[in-house]
Nanobody, 115 residues
Framework: QVRLVESGGGLVQAGGSLRLSCAAS????????MGWYRQAPGKQRELVAV???????NYADSVKGRFTISRDNAENTVYLQMNSLKPEDTAVYYC?????????WGQGTQVTVSS
């Protein structure tokens, strides 16, 4: 079992920044891939960014150049730095990892960007 706890969401004006954190209840050293997803009202959950150990990162086209995903294995934490936020970034953001074939999700953190 792995518990993921997201934090760092909030209300911000367009053009502003937020940094989301996702703390895992166990070591993430052996977890190859971790990602951030988001779900806006009335829309499907979509992949925002993924970080893969030894490989690199990948981003949705809509956030490339604005968002940066990183991980700190010593702190068992994954981050999502979000800059130049737009109203269309408003959503609940979820952390995700797959461990031993099981998908784990956090409870989500709300990000609201006002115009």
């Amino acid at each position: 079992q792995v518990r993921l706890v997201e934090s760092g969401g909030g209300l911000v004006q367009a053009g502003g920044s937020l940094r989301l954190s996702c703390a895992a209840s166990r070591s993430i050293f052996s977890i190859k891939a971790m990602g951030w997803y988001r779900q806006a009202p009335g829309k499907q959950r979509e992949l925002v960014a993924v970080i893969i150990s030894g490989v690199g990162t990948n981003y949705a086209d809509s956030v490339k150049g604005r968002f940066t995903i990183s991980r700190d294995n010593a702190e068992n934490t994954v981050y999502l730095q979000m800059n130049s936020l737009k109203p269309e970034d408003t959503a609940v953001y979820y952390c995700n990892l797959v461990h031993l074939g099981q998908n784990y999700w956090g409870q989500g953190t709300q990000v609201t960007v006002s115009s």
